[in-house]
């Protein structure tokens, strides 16, 4: 098995050219060096913030492609994998395997709320087709399964490169009773409340924040690790109230519609949503506002990164 993977993972959008029609290979690399410059561990291409459910199998193999290329070695990539078909998920799985992705995350087939058996199966047939390690993802708004800690510590028993999980259940307790029910084995990235995450036993966390924050959702897990944990709080604190304000808006906006546009406030554009979802043009005034809104807490943050530089003599909190 490679290296283990550890700390803040960006879960990256996909940057698409200014009419949507085409992935931006330049916009690309320059969003992929930013993150490396703020000091990202690792990225996640093809997630939910990665709009996964629009692009075709072509773009999905020039994405992965650029990434893993771009990348080098540098940092992990996993690779967003998942189908409501286990032949697709399998076959996706083993192309990312084949170009050099260092992992997969995978969501359970979602539409058809799967029985434990059928997810076990689903997984199965993923996990004997590839050798590279496994992120199991549950998120049981997106997918209508909620996957137990007891189905989780079948899959991890049964098959050695599922050793991962992205747990957004919306249960921070989930994270424990996961970290029990394994013994350790595996290794749980939370999908929120971060810092709460890693007392339970979380070793990192997959974060849409990257896509306009990198620099604060990277040092938030690296003082929780540190144990700086009143540090982590203040940037949770500021994170949570931008979040707020995006979570105001239509469900559908979330994190794919904003992080674009933040990503581009930021200085790296990388076009906008593709339909069904709601771009952030066709928001009009109301995304103006929220971006008018969320700005000022942007620079509340830097402030606060500025003013938090690390101090290896301050005591363990």
Request: net charge negative; with cysteine; hydrophobic share 40%.
């Amino acid at each position: 098995m490679p290296a283990e993977f550890r700390g803040s993972y960006s879960v990256i959008v996909t940057p698409f050219t200014e009419d949507g029609a085409a992935l931006d290979v330049v916009a690309t690399t320059r969003f992929l060096d930013w993150q490396l410059e703020s000091g990202v561990p690792g990225v996640i291409v093809l997630g939910t913030t990665g709009e996964f459910l629009t692009v075709t199998d072509e773009e999905r193999t020039q994405l992965v492609e650029t990434v893993v290329r771009h990348l080098d070695g540098r940092i992990p990539v996993l690779v967003g994998t998942m189908n409501a078909s286990t032949a697709n998920a399998v076959r996706y799985s083993r192309e990312a395997e084949a170009l050099g992705a260092d992992g997969l995350m995978i969501v359970p087939p979602y539409y058809y709320t799967p029985t434990e058996d059928e997810i076990f199966g689903y997984y199965r047939a993923i996990a004997e087709a590839v050798s590279i390690p496994i992120m199991l993802y549950n998120n049981p708004v997106t997918s209508n399964v909620d996957m137990s800690a007891q189905l989780v510590g079948r899959l991890t028993r049964a098959f050695e490169n599922v050793r991962y999980i992205k747990e957004a259940s919306m249960d921070v307790a989930r994270v424990y009773d996961i970290v029990e029910e394994t013994e350790g084995a595996m290794n749980v990235f939370a999908g929120e409340r971060i810092v709460e995450s890693f007392l339970l036993g979380a070793v990192g966390y997959v974060n849409p924040y990257g896509n306009y924050i990198p620099r604060a959702s990277t040092r938030i897990w690296d003082d929780v690790v540190a144990g700086r944990l009143e540090d982590a709080k203040r940037i949770q604190r500021l994170i949570g109230k931008l979040e707020h304000v995006i979570a105001e808006g239509h469900p559908t906006y979330g994190h794919q519609c904003y992080s674009k546009a933040l990503a581009a406030a930021a200085g790296y554009p990388v076009g906008d949503v593709r339909p069904p979802l709601t771009t952030f043009a066709e928001l009009g005034a109301e995304g103006h506002e929220r971006l008018g809104r969320i700005t000022p807490l942007l620079a509340e943050l830097d402030v606060l990164l500025d003013e938090l530089e690390p101090d290896p003599a301050r005591s363990r909190a």
